[in-house]
């Protein structure tokens, strides 16, 4: 069945920049589901049908780890489908509310108001700007974590 192995290394550290400690952890961790040969002879010598229990255990146990498995796939599935849409969604209201401001813009420019329409156009340029480049870092922070 399942063993777990700690080890646990500490050294202390002198170099050029000072002193320092260093922490090692190596960890490792058996996940068999079977239990050693060993242990199934032993356990064989109490009971006579206790191997086919063991196999038929281990067979519960690993179907119930690709059930779980499958749906854990699932959920990261529709997550990620569900941020394709939102990042789709963001970027469609961005380039419809951009349209939106060059369009007021050549509005006020026609009606005379250069000035305004210029100022107003400059900015929506600036916000269009500046919501990409944000977007697109904010993606880039999430593919680092």
Do not use: C
């Not at 109490?46 to 281990?58: I, Y």
Request: zero cysteines; charged letters at 25%; proline letters at 1%.
């Amino acid at each position: 069945m399942a063993k777990h192995h700690i080890q646990k290394k500490q050294s202390n550290i002198v170099s050029h920049k000072g002193r320092g400690v260093s922490y090692e952890q190596h960890e490792s961790i058996d996940d068999s589901l079977l239990p050693d040969a060993e242990e199934l002879a032993k356990l064989k010598e109490l009971d006579a049908g206790v191997v086919d229990w063991v196999k038929e255990r281990t067979a519960k146990e690993q179907d119930a780890r690709l059930e779980f498995n499958n749906r854990k796939m699932t959920l990261v599935e529709k997550g990620q489908r569900m941020a394709f849409t939102v990042d789709v969604i963001a970027i469609g209201a961005a380039f419809t509310i951009t349209m939106s401001g060059m369009a007021f813009s050549y509005f006020l420019i026609q009606a005379n108001q250069i000035v305004t329409g210029s100022v107003f156009a400059g900015a929506t340029i600036l916000f269009a700007a500046n919501s990409f480049l944000n977007f697109r870092k904010k993606n880039q922070n999430n593919g680092q974590k």
